[in-house]
């Protein structure tokens, strides 16, 4: 039984074109032209350019087109169909440059939106605050006490409604005027926002007579 291959094949050897004159005829490279002769379809692009080889093939050969046609369409292999798409969109995945650039913007986009949600978190949060000293119910004999302790680097700090500063690391210290007999010590922090955590202190005061 005739092939496409076959037909193709002596009617070129009846013209006496070598492949190397075909593709001068037909612009057809003969690599094409040999691997259509030996059906070797995997070395040949997709059918419908095949059928383009094919016919013009026909034509400098003096073959009917429409036969050419016909041997073509029941010579060649049905194409495979994977029955897993998945593994084959992960074995031809390949990295790109567009995809280097979006993973850039996407890293972006979620570093921005942590930072504004930590900033918002921040702004709605009521500071911290740790006292470091007086200790509750110590006893002072001195007129005057040191506060210290530490907050947030962006609250500020009231200690019995007197300002205090906070350094880089949300450090400060206070010194207050005392008076004899129990004293309460309020050591208020507040926010950018508005937000305040207060700490109260006792102490009790005896100054040495």
Same mark, same amino acid.
């Given at each position: 039984?005739?092939?496409? +291959?076959?037909?193709?094949?002596?009617?070129?050897? !009846?013209?006496?074109?070598?492949?190397?004159?075909?593709?001068?005829?037909?612009?057809?490279?003969? @690599?094409?032209?040999?691997?259509?002769?030996?059906?070797?379809? #995997?070395?040949?692009? @997709?059918?419908?350019?095949?059928?383009?080889?094919? !016919?013009? $093939?026909?034509?400098?050969?003096?073959?009917?087109?429409?036969?050419? $046609?016909?041997?073509?369409?029941?010579?060649?292999?049905?194409?495979?169909?994977?029955?897993?798409?998945?593994?084959?969109?992960? @074995?031809?995945? *390949?990295?790109?440059?567009?995809?280097?650039?979006?993973?850039?913007?996407? $890293?972006?986009?979620?570093?921005?939106?942590?930072?504004?949600?930590?900033?918002?978190?921040?702004?709605? =949060?009521?500071? =911290?605050?740790?006292?470091?000293?007086?200790?509750?119910?110590?006893?002072?004999? #001195?007129?005057?006490?040191?506060?210290?302790? !530490?907050?947030?680097?962006?609250?500020?700090? =009231? *200690?019995?409604?007197?300002?205090?500063?906070?350094?880089?690391?949300?450090?400060?210290?206070?010194?207050?005027?005392? *008076?004899?007999?129990?004293?309460?010590?309020?050591?208020?922090?507040?926010?950018? +926002?508005?937000?305040?955590? *207060?700490?109260?202190?006792?102490?009790?005061?005896?100054?040495?007579?």
């Amino acid at each position: 039984m005739d092939t496409i +291959g076959t037909v193709l094949k002596n009617a070129r050897r !009846k013209k006496r074109f070598s492949r190397l004159r075909l593709e001068k005829e037909t612009r057809i490279k003969k @690599e094409f032209v040999r691997a259509i002769e030996e059906e070797k379809w #995997d070395q040949l692009p @997709e059918l419908p350019v095949v059928k383009g080889f094919v !016919k013009n $093939i026909a034509k400098a050969l003096n073959i009917n087109e429409k036969r050419a $046609i016909a041997l073509l369409r029941r010579d060649y292999p049905p194409k495979a169909v994977d029955i897993n798409p998945k593994k084959g969109v992960f @074995e031809k995945f *390949v990295w790109s440059p567009k995809l280097t650039f979006l993973l850039g913007v996407a $890293i972006i986009v979620v570093a921005v939106l942590g930072y504004l949600s930590f900033q918002y978190t921040s702004f709605i =949060s009521p500071p =911290s605050l740790e006292i470091f000293g007086p200790n509750k119910e110590q006893v002072i004999t #001195d007129t005057k006490v040191n506060v210290s302790g !530490k907050t947030d680097s962006d609250a500020t700090i =009231s *200690v019995n409604n007197q300002p205090a500063i906070v350094d880089a690391d949300g450090l400060f210290e206070a010194e207050i005027e005392l *008076v004899e007999g129990s004293q309460e010590i309020i050591i208020r922090a507040t926010s950018r +926002g508005g937000k305040e955590t *207060v700490v109260r202190r006792r102490i009790r005061v005896e100054f040495n007579n």
